[in-house]
């Protein structure tokens, strides 16, 4: 089966920096997404790792350890427009996205 | 960048009524198209994936003569929830996939059900 696990919710202060987690088990692997979540939204694409290691973008970075079924998110400078669910989504060898059930974070002043 | 239209944002039917929820993907072809439901403050659950001109493919536990999957055309998916139940109110949403989006994946906009 397909098991992706992060922590269901999150607080944080604005202005600082925080890391969410990411563990996975699935049946073949070929990449993982993150995704941010606005209640009543789409989800919007954050970052894409296949190969171990950081990717920055901006403010986001998301890290990848295979070996480890690892990721995290991590999210610098927070702003309150930052208060979303962020979503984990690992890519298996059918081509589906299999979603973790998502991390609520709240930014406070 | 390559856009997926959903269709309605917001629908309210009566128990016992069918409704038809359109994805199009308006400027690439979706040779994929996953259809995923979401519940209040929980993650998107895959329920089937579909090619065009295929059966969809259905995950275990979604009854798929409840949910209608048509991929008729590369652009355009519909999900059609037949004798629509309350426990059927939930947030639709498709994304579409193809060699035209390097295979990432483009999202709808979401449906959200309310069945009274």
């Known amino acids: 089966g397909q098991n992706i696990d992060q922590p269901t919710e999150m607080t944080a202060t604005e202005g600082a920096i925080v890391q969410i987690n990411c563990t996975y088990q699935?049946?073949?692997?070929?990449?993982l997404f993150w995704y941010q979540q606005h209640a009543g939204e789409a989800p919007t694409f954050l970052s894409y790792?296949?190969?171990?290691g950081l990717e920055e973008k901006g403010r986001f970075s998301s890290f990848l350890s295979r070996s480890k079924g690892y990721s995290y998110l991590l999210l610098k400078e927070l702003q309150m427009k930052d208060s979303a669910s962020y979503l984990c989504?690992?890519?298996?060898?059918?081509?589906?996205?299999?979603f973790g059930q998502g991390t609520t974070l709240q930014v406070k002043p | 960048g390559a856009v997926v239209s959903q269709h309605p944002s917001r629908v309210i039917c009566k128990s016992g009524t069918s409704v038809k929820i359109e994805c199009r993907s308006l400027?690439?072809?979706?040779?994929?198209m996953f259809w995923y439901r979401q519940f209040p403050k929980q993650s998107l659950m895959l329920m089937a994936t579909?090619?065009?001109?295929?059966?969809?493919?259905?995950e275990q536990g979604v009854e798929k003569d409840k949910f209608l999957i048509n991929h008729a055309s590369l652009t355009l998916s519909t999900l059609t929830v037949t004798s629509a139940h309350p426990e059927d109110s939930s947030f639709y949403i498709c994304?579409?996939?193809?060699?035209?989006?390097?295979?990432?994946?483009?999202f709808g906009s979401g449906t959200r059900l309310t069945v009274v």
């Open positions: 994304s579409a996939s193809s060699p035209s989006n390097n295979y990432g994946y483009t």
């Open positions: 699935t049946s073949g692997f070929n990449g």
């Open positions: 790792n296949v190969l171990d």
């Open positions: 989504a690992v890519r298996v060898s059918t081509g589906k996205l299999i």
């Open positions: 400027d690439f072809q979706a040779t994929t």
């Open positions: 579909s090619n065009e001109g295929s059966k969809a493919t259905y």
